[in-house]
T-cell receptor, first 115, second 111 residues
Framework: AQTVTQSQPEMSVQEAETVTLSCTYDTSESNYYLFWYKQPPSRQMILVIRQEAYKQQNATENRFSVNFQKAAKSFSLKISDSQLGDTAMYFCAFMKPNTGNQFYFGTGTSLTVIP | DAGVIQSPRHEVTEMGQEVTLRCKPISGHNSLFWYRQTMMRGLELLIYFNNNVPIDDSGMPEDRFSAKMPNASFSTLKIQPSEPRDSAVYFC?????????FGPGTRLLVL
């Protein structure tokens, strides 16, 4: 079974600063997908970013970027210029293709952006 | 695109009552997932369907829970009889090419 570990239950960052959330995973697969989802107080699960394991280039989406280290099985999320609206729970997820698109989620990191 | 639609958004019921949660996936998506989220256990996958067929229901907690997907545009999750420990937020998600898109969730409170 795949496991996803988020070792930081809670983090905080000053507004406009940069913060990095950690995620590691365990798999014997070579082809897979990794995701970060954001869950604000509204409880809606929102896709932040997606990374295909076969791509060496790190994915970016505006202020959000990842540091994907395949050999180390690490997939961290960097949020630049943090905004108050970034306050949320962040979940890392792993998906192995051809298995019905089943996700394996980490336990989440609660991020608070301080004004 | 309306996204994944779930109803009701909130449900309050008494122990022993039947509860039915509904989900309409994004048109064209061929996979559908039901999750439960609680403070104690986090986000749990209950069951998922591919092309309307249940693939893995090992996450369904017990026989009181059942899920159906009669067609590509509708799924239900039923709890009968409901118990206070079923109180949680239930999410439905759909996907086509890997990425899962979540509905807004149904907040269930069983008294």
């Amino acid at each position: 079974a795949q496991t996803v570990t988020q070792s930081q239950p809670e983090m905080s960052v000053q507004e406009a600063e940069t913060v990095t959330l950690s995620c590691t995973y365990d798999t014997s697969e070579s082809n897979y997908y990794l995701f970060w989802y954001k869950q604000p107080p509204s409880r809606q699960m929102i896709l932040v970013i997606r990374q295909e394991a076969y791509k060496q280039q790190n994915a970016t989406e505006n202020r959000f970027s990842v540091n994907f280290q395949k050999a180390a099985k690490s997939f961290s999320l960097k949020i630049s210029d943090s905004q108050l609206g970034d306050t949320a729970m962040y979940f890392c997820a792993f998906m192995k293709p051809n298995t019905g698109n089943q996700f394996y989620f980490g336990t989440g990191t609660s991020l608070t952006v301080i004004p | 695109d309306a996204g994944v639609i779930q109803s009701p958004r909130h449900e309050v019921t008494e122990m022993g009552q039947e509860v039915t949660l509904r989900c309409k996936p994004i048109s064209g998506h061929n996979s559908l997932f039901w999750y439960r989220q609680t403070m104690m256990r986090g986000l749990e996958l209950l069951i998922y369907f591919n092309n309307n067929v249940p693939i893995d229901d090992s996450g369904m907690p017990e026989d009181r829970f059942s899920a159906k997907m009669p067609n590509a545009s509708f799924s239900t999750l039923k709890i009968q009889p409901s118990e206070p420990r079923d109180s949680a937020v239930y999410f439905c998600a759909s996907s086509l090419a890997g990425t899962q898109y979540f509905g807004p969730g149904t907040r269930l409170l069983v008294l």
